[in-house]
């Protein structure tokens, strides 16, 4: 024969009124447990809060803070079925798996401190992008100990009309030069391939060919010898060797025998 055991219960949705040490109560109202908390005269107290299933959603009552949620398991999501958490505040610690903040719709997300990612990749899918921070640090979020010889700059995807490509400008760490590579190869964060060409205003010294014009004051020429000057402008004076010619005059500071 079965036996059945009976506990204090009520329809009603409130706590019982008091409880002994240990004993348990059931009110149907609020689908919640009760024991009798020995040390509070009695008084009863509920066994983790109501929790109830309607129609395949699980609804925890309010009164139950953080603290006592440990694991929620066992969450079946398969299909088109979605598990959904509104409105919570809590200090979350850690989250498995792949997890969706948002439902898919144009809604703003705001997180209020600072936002830590730790992980491999960081993907950003945004048509637009703003920061505030006029300075970028790349490199590490510390000073290095050593040097790990991978350039530092920006990697960029486009497309000459033909083929796909990928270019970079920045820092070359085995140069120590600032350059641009419209069509590079990234070999573990380490790019080469041959120099492009950059449109800008140029101060200071300049080591290459220059195909464009050249103007302010002249420095000096330092190649010995200058195989293919093709022509020359207005000169107001010129020094070559001991004679030297300014305007009409024409000056030699060498002996008499240097005259042919």
């Given amino acids: ?18 409880l002994a040490v240990g004993e348990l109560a ?23 809060g109501a929790i109830k299933n309607n129609a395949g959603t ?11 949620i440990r694991t929620l398991a066992g969450v079946d999501a398969a299909g088109t079925d979605n598990s959904t958490v509104a409105n919570l505040r809590t200090n979350l610690t850690a989250i498995s798996d792949s997890t969706t903040i948002g439902d898919g719709t ?7 401190g600072n936002l830590i990612v730790n992980g491999t990749t960081t993907t950003v899918n945004s048509a637009t992008v703003t920061i505030d921070d006029p300075i970028f640090t790349l490199g590490g979020d510390s000073a290095p100990g050593s040097d790990d010889n991978k350039d530092r700059g920006l990697e ?3 497309h000459n009309g033909s083929a796909a490509k990928v270019g970079f400008f920045g820092f070359d760490d ?3 030069k600032f350059t641009f590579i419209p069509d590079a190869t990234n070999n573990s964060e380490i790019f080469s391939g041959t120099a492009g060409t950059i449109v800008a205003n140029l101060e200071g010294d300049v080591t290459g060919n220059v195909t464009g014009n050249a103007s302010g004051t002249a ?18 004076a010129l020094t070559v060797d001991d004679v030297a010619i300014d305007g009409k005059v024409v000056t030699m500071t060498g ?5 042919a």
């Fill in 255 to 259: 002996s008499s025998g240097d005259t």
């Fill in 174 to 176: 085995s140069t120590g």
């Fill in 156 to 158: 960029f995807r486009w």
């Fill in 26 to 48: 059931y009110s149907k109202g609020s689908d919640t447990f009760y024991v009798g908390d020995p040390e509070a005269a009695n008084t009863p107290i509920a066994i983790g």
């Fill in 1 to 18: 024969m079965a036996q059945v055991i009976k506990i204090k219960r009520s329809t009603g949705s409130s706590a019982p009124g008091t």
């Fill in 219 to 236: 420095a000096t020429v330092t190649t010995a010898a200058q195989t293919n000057i093709t022509s020359l402008g207005t000169l107001t």
């Fill in 106 to 112: 144009d809604v703003a997300i705001t997180i209020a």
């Fill in 58 to 68: 699980a609804v925890l009552a309010t009164g139950i803070t953080a603290a006592e």
